[in-house]
């Protein structure tokens, strides 16, 4: 399904459609030079450049190391009110095996999640905004850096995001090749888990691998930990509740040196939840678990778990308003509301902690091996003018003008 077939309705959408070629295009530059978290210094040159041809009131650099912010006055400012709109910039450290025209131009880096898209929409969003104002207040636009794993939204937020622009409401949108072009999802509730890392440092005894009666073998000991985590989700977290407990990385001993036990192995791996109480559960079982299977085989295991991203949860009044305004511009019937959260993270999280939100997901069909974090992954252009316009028309319904400052 294309954007020609979906044609969705209003205002925002007919005028930023006009905007299609250019946004692509942006969009594609963007993509050829991505950049990781906090390094997004050519990106966020050319988000200033473009929010400068936009024509937007303010601009503001250097916002948690390289973030970008920029304000949009509305026709009027009577209402007191000011929605945020987030996009993140950042790119992920994976070798890209497209073969395109705007594929990566830096070896092992790549736009893998769709943050240019992300990006471009937003843009297009400030230059509808700056060109018609057709709101009663302020649009802040925020260009967010290092979301991959670098939690650049906390870096925002402590570097004074919300006390110099005190936003009453704040959205951000993420693209999903699991729904078709022009379908939008959003839940009044968890939308992504909390992401946890945890790390399992195992002390043994080593020695001769002819003599192993000799030796306290942490390699063993790791092989009954992850085997016996497994039961703490399986018999530990109620099963109405949701949680996953993934150990993906085990380093012992020497490939080269294959008669020597290790005295130390090391187990990684990730948790996840929505619930904190479940978090406090999976933390303390962690802790239980691997300190008795260790005790038990006459070893010693440390647990370092580490809370990385919470869970983002969405405010029921927005994720409502959010989905009512989706609805007017694809239509009810491509409007889930009642969307199944994802057991991966996000950290407009921290962005929802301190302020009402909602965090949508918008549909870009599956093209090829489309998935997120795919090293054949590409965003879909044709769905840049409907994000744009949803980001444009969440400002416009939250904040409508009145009276003669009206435009219809």
């Not at 942490?218 to 993934?246: E, K, M």
């Not at 989706?326 to 969307?339: I, N, P, T």
């Not at 929802?352 to 599956?366: D, E, S, T």
């Amino acid at each position: 399904m294309s954007m020609a077939q979906i044609k969705p309705h209003g205002r925002p959408f007919a005028h930023i459609a006009k905007m299609h070629s250019e946004l692509t295009a942006f969009r594609r530059e963007l993509h050829a030079h991505p950049e990781l978290g906090f390094e997004e210094h050519f990106t966020a040159g050319r988000v200033v450049d473009a929010l400068k041809v936009c024509g937007v009131d303010e601009l503001h650099t250097g916002i948690g190391k390289t973030g970008v912010v920029a304000v949009v006055h509305g026709r009027g400012t009577a209402s007191g009110q000011a929605v945020g709109l987030r996009a993140d910039m950042d790119a992920l450290p994976m070798a890209e095996h497209n073969d395109f025209a705007w594929k990566s131009t830096k070896p092992g880096l790549m736009h893998g999640c769709g943050h240019d898209g992300h990006t471009a929409m937003l843009v297009g969003a400030a230059r509808y905004l700056a060109e018609t104002r057709n709101f009663d207040g302020t649009a802040v636009l925020i260009f967010q850096p290092g979301e991959e794993g670098y939690a650049g939204a906390r870096a925002m937020i402590e570097d004074g995001l919300f006390e110099r622009f005190p936003v009453d409401q704040v959205y951000a949108m993420h693209n999903w090749p699991q729904m078709p072009p022009g379908f939008v999802g959003v839940n009044p509730g968890p939308m992504m888990a909390a992401a946890d890392r945890v790390t399992i440092d195992i002390t043994g005894k080593g020695g001769h691998g002819a003599h192993a009666y000799q030796t306290v073998d942490p390699v063993v000991v790791a092989g009954h930990i992850i085997t016996a985590v497994q039961s703490i989700v399986a018999r530990n977290v109620r099963a109405l509740d949701q949680a996953v407990i993934s150990l993906c990385a085990m380093e012992a001993g020497d490939p080269g040196a294959f008669s020597v036990v290790p005295s130390t192995a090391r187990l990684t791996g990730t948790a996840r939840a929505f619930d904190p109480a479940v978090q406090d559960m999976l933390e303390q079982r962690l802790n239980e678990v691997c300190s008795g299977v260790a005790m038990a085989m006459g070893a010693q295991a440390h647990v370092h778990y580490e809370r990385l991203y919470p869970a983002t949860i969405n405010t029921r009044a927005e994720a409502h308003f959010a989905a009512n305004v989706a609805r007017k511009l694809v239509g009810h019937d491509q409007v889930d509301e009642a969307m199944e959260p994802s057991m991966g993270a996000e950290d407009f999280a921290f962005m929802l902690q301190v302020k009402p939100g909602a965090y949508l997901r918008l549909g870009q069909g599956g093209r090829g091996s489309c998935v997120l974090h795919n090293s054949r992954y590409d965003f879909n252009d044709d769905v840049l003018p409907l994000g744009a316009a949803l980001h444009a028309s969440l400002v416009e319904a939250a904040m409508p003008l009145t009276g003669e400052n009206r435009s219809d």
